[in-house]
């Protein structure tokens, strides 16, 4: 496995591991992939990568921000998908390292999740990183019209 800058190129494979997760319905808020020139817009240009595989997506992972105001911009969040196929082999925890390490090289001192608290594999995925869960939001958002709850996770760098 490698890991490899994500490009637009990269776009039909990352929506169609969206789109799994958008489908198993306890994952994200999202009920539709977005464009590429959407998604271009709301991830960080040098904070973004896919795992490849036998030339195969087979995950990724990205970064945006949380806010446009000065002062925040090294407060991120964070997005990381794996293929259906190939969860629970490692390529998360490989993945997020990369983008632990990538980031604070940047200068990135918060990364921050928003997670259903029913998706227990990656929370605990987070927690093995150091990102501490800040609390919950109780019904957050709606998602096909039922009310979902979000657990807050950051972590902070210790070297930044």
């Given at each position: 496995?490698?890991?490899?800058?994500l490009?637009?190129?990269?776009y039909p494979?990352?929506a169609?591991i969206?789109?799994?997760?958008?489908?198993?319905?306890?994952?994200?808020?999202a009920?539709?992939?977005?464009?590429?020139?959407?998604?271009?817009?709301?991830?960080l240009?040098?904070?973004?990568?896919?795992?490849?595989?036998?030339?195969?997506i087979?995950?990724?992972?990205?970064?945006s921000?949380?806010?446009?105001?000065t002062?925040?911009?090294?407060?991120?969040?964070?997005?990381?998908?794996?293929?259906q196929?190939h969860?629970?082999k490692?390529?998360?925890?490989?993945?997020?390292?990369?983008?632990?390490?990538?980031s604070?090289?940047?200068g990135?001192?918060?990364?921050?999740?928003?997670?259903?608290?029913?998706?227990?594999?990656?929370?605990?995925?987070?927690?093995?990183f150091?990102?501490k869960?800040?609390?919950?939001?109780q019904?957050?958002?709606?998602?096909?019209?039922?009310?979902?709850d979000?657990?807050?996770?950051?972590?902070?760098?210790?070297?930044i």
């Amino acid at each position: 496995m490698e890991i490899q800058k994500l490009e637009q190129k990269h776009y039909p494979d990352v929506a169609r591991i969206y789109q799994q997760a958008i489908d198993a319905g306890n994952i994200t808020l999202a009920t539709k992939t977005s464009s590429w020139k959407d998604w271009d817009k709301d991830h960080l240009e040098n904070m973004r990568f896919v795992a490849i595989e036998n030339n195969t997506i087979i995950g990724w992972v990205a970064l945006s921000p949380v806010l446009q105001r000065t002062g925040y911009h090294g407060v991120t969040e964070l997005s990381i998908y794996i293929e259906q196929d190939h969860q629970g082999k490692g390529i998360g925890k490989v993945l997020m390292q990369h983008i632990i390490d990538t980031s604070e090289n940047a200068g990135i001192w918060t990364i921050m999740s928003f997670i259903f608290p029913e998706n227990d594999k990656s929370i605990l995925l987070h927690k093995k990183f150091g990102f501490k869960l800040l609390g919950t939001q109780q019904k957050a958002a709606q998602l096909n019209g039922i009310w979902m709850d979000n657990c807050i996770l950051e972590r902070r760098s210790a070297l930044i």
